[in-house]
């Protein structure tokens, strides 16, 4: 009869599908047909897998193209989940939590603020709030109102804030009353304090765009200024 080797494999199906053992004892097999086929290859080199598998993997589950609309921002996204799914929830923080109306509702209030202060489009805003329900709604709030936001972590000396908000020449700030200390006098005047937004703008807004910037982000330099 015909010489070789026969394996044997003895597996508990409570814990491996059928299928799965098949994948690996293929690939013991397609192993061995590897050391066959060239004996001096170091066996880290050897493929596991066969030519077949391969091509499933790397080709045919990599398939992953998605057409979608490049003109939509991100804001314009939630928008429409907001329009179609009002009630649902968007955003939970601690025990508390924001729907989707309710989200769109608190952008619009603090971009309407931000643009009684002046802002333009293109202009800056910073971003020093503690994580909190309404730290989302201020970073989409800058979209709306056509800004760009400067993230700052409310744990940065005093001075690097300082360095960032005159380095990034921010327009507004948008923090909260127990962080103002954290700002020098001569920009406190720029703080829009998020307790205190809470009416809507009713005139319309020119939203940032998919061209436009979307943040500027501060990271540590080998100058040591951020």
Not at 146 to 166: C, H, N, S, T, W
Request: charged share 25%; glycine share 8%.
């Amino acid at each position: 009869g015909e010489v070789g080797i026969q394996l044997i494999c003895e597996f508990s199906a409570e814990l491996f599908e059928e299928k799965t053992i098949s994948r690996w004892l293929n690939g013991i097999v397609s192993l061995l047909d590897s050391a066959l086929q060239d004996a001096t290859q170091a066996c880290g080199l050897l493929p596991m897998m066969s030519s077949h598998e391969r091509e499933r993997i790397l080709t045919e589950w990599n398939r992953t193209e998605k057409e979608y609309a490049r003109e939509k921002t991100v804001l314009d996204l939630i928008t429409e989940q907001a329009r179609a799914r009002s009630e649902a929830k968007a955003i939970q923080f601690g025990d508390s939590s924001l729907k989707y109306g309710q989200l769109i509702e608190r952008v619009e209030q603090i971009a309407g603020a931000l643009h009684r202060r002046g802002l333009k489009h293109g202009d800056r805003v910073g971003i020093l709030m503690h994580r909190s329900l309404d730290l989302i709604p201020a970073i989409l709030a800058a979209w709306r109102a056509g800004a760009l936001y400067v993230p700052m972590d409310v744990g940065f000396p005093k001075q690097r804030i300082a360095y960032i908000l005159e380095d990034s020449n921010t327009h507004t700030i948008i923090t909260s009353r127990d962080l103002l200390n954290l700002l020098d006098d001569g920009i406190s005047s720029k703080a829009l304090c998020i307790e205190d937004v809470n009416e809507t703008l009713s005139e319309k807004l020119i939203p940032a765009t998919g061209s436009d910037n979307a943040h500027i982000i501060y990271t540590s330099g080998s100058t040591g200024k951020p």
